[in-house]
């Protein structure tokens, strides 16, 4: 059982993820990397330049190589690892979370975020004893200033700029008061947008709105987007490695669907089966469908995502909270490629235009009280019905319906384990929650 590493890195507030915690972790991944070249970037979380200060003392320590990418977004460290070929990077950001938490992102040398499993031998080393390299081998740090515009410059690269700035859109773009502001706003500047930015000043406190970019949370770009008679409008999270979405109407496009808008783009172009969590919603089965493609399911959490992506065969990967892996650029969930992919096609049709292509799915979600060491036992008993059309089991139970699907898996942080439906209709996603409730709660 993973002691430090949660589902994405090792995460805390300010008391556990301490300074002296950090250069301890670090030194840990340094060895963990062979004591090798390592790119470190950073957030602007109020802790992260502390916390960046004794990442890079600890990797020193050890003997690495250090390149430092400052103040960066995730994808745009990630994007760095497929230029500079490092043993593995860092990056000190709590991408989504409340300003008071931090994290400690660690990614391999091919690309693929270290999970929980894989996090166990960097704990066992935190752990322990770590050698220092000798006084005369100390590793060293060089600063790299344009990680941001080679970025920048390589999803310029993978979209059509011309017939973008032809359709010259109107965009309302929502930073989230973090790095997202370093390169969202130029790069729908070269794409020759009229721009309306909301916070778009970095401020570690988050003054605008929380960095989770949930529905309650972006009502102002909702609304702008209405005032302004928008194309659309772009919610980053925290570090930039997701987007939702307003369409021209100013509703709500959740990540789901921004997923789904993305493999329908991605399967036009070339064809080859999709890869999700089993948390995501059933619009991606019917994209895939429709292509005759195949869908494959992870566990959730990034790390699972990146791993699948790294086998090679998927031509899209993605999250429902709207992080899409564009397998061609990196190995890692990318909120501006992804926002330049979107924007290329409304330079064809409106986005709701796009978005009624797939049916809509309604949710609801459940939970069933049950101790942790007997929720595994429940699950297994619970009957699979004929007429499920594919049953995943990589995490929980989920059962696909022609029109429905519902999943319960058990939760690793409260005794509960939890069960999510989607129909077409709320009364139909209701019922099938509560026929399972039912069920988890009578078996055993
Ligand atoms: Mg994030």
Not at 203 to 212: A, C, I, T
Not at 367 to 376: L, N, Q, S, T, Y
Not at 404 to 419: D, H, K, N, Q, Y
């Amino acid at each position: 059982m993973a002691k430090y590493f949660g589902t994405n890195g090792i995460r805390g507030k300010f008391d556990k993820l301490t300074p002296q915690f950090a250069l301890k972790a670090a030194q840990a991944i340094g060895v963990y990397f062979k004591r090798g070249k390592i790119l470190v970037g950073r957030d602007h979380r109020l802790t992260s330049p502390t916390i960046h200060n004794a990442v890079l003392s600890g990797l020193e320590s050890v003997g690495c190589e250090v390149i430092d990418l400052g103040l960066v977004t995730t994808p745009t460290a990630e994007f760095m690892v497929e230029k500079l070929h490092p043993d593995g990077l860092i990056i000190i950001t709590s991408s989504h979370n409340p300003p008071e938490w931090n994290a400690l992102k660690v990614i391999d040398g091919a690309g693929i975020a270290v999970s929980k499993e894989r996090g166990e031998k960097i704990e066992e080393l935190i752990d322990g004893k770590i050698e220092l390299s000798p006084w005369d081998k100390v590793g060293k740090t060089v600063d790299f200033y344009t990680a941001t515009e080679d970025h920048l410059e390589d999803i310029l690269l993978r979209v059509d700029v011309e017939k973008i700035k032809k359709r010259k859109l109107k965009v309302v773009l929502d930073c989230a008061n973090g790095v997202p502001a370093l390169i969202g706003p130029e790069l729908f500047e070269r794409l020759g947008c009229d721009l309306i930015l909301l916070n778009d000043e970095i401020d570690g406190h988050f003054p605008g709105r929380p960095s989770e970019p949930r529905e309650e949370n972006i009502h102002n770009l909702l609304q702008a987007v209405q005032d302004s008679d928008a194309d659309f409008g772009i919610a980053w999270d925290g570090d930039g490695d997701r987007i939702v979405m307003a369409d021209e109407s100013g509703n709500f496009i959740v990540g789901d669907r921004v997923f789904a808008l993305s493999a329908l783009l991605k399967l036009n172009e070339k064809k080859g089966p999709l890869v999700t969590t089993v948390a995501t919603s059933k619009v991606i089965e019917d994209v895939a469908k429709r292509f005759g493609q195949e869908v494959i399911y992870t566990k959730v959490g990034a790390p699972y995502l990146s791993e699948e992506a790294a086998k090679g065969d998927a031509v899209l990967i993605g999250e429902e909270v709207g992080g899409v892996i564009w397998p061609e650029a990196s190995l890692a969930k990318d909120g501006f490629l992804t926002a330049a992919k979107i924007a290329e096609a409304l330079a064809e049709k409106p986005l709701s235009a796009w978005l009624s292509e797939f049916p809509f799915y309604y949710n609801v979600k459940g939970k069933v009280p049950a101790e942790f060491e007997e929720m595994d036992a429940k699950i297994k008993e619970i009957p699979i019905p004929e007429s499920a059309e594919k049953v995943i089991t990589v995490d929980g139970v989920r059962l696909n319906f022609p029109d429905s699907w519902v999943i319960f898996r058990p939760s690793g942080t409260e005794p509960v384990i939890r069960v999510f439906a989607e129909a077409t209709s709320k009364a139909a996603a209701h019922a099938l929650v509560e026929k399972y409730e039912k069920m988890l709660g009578q078996s055993r």
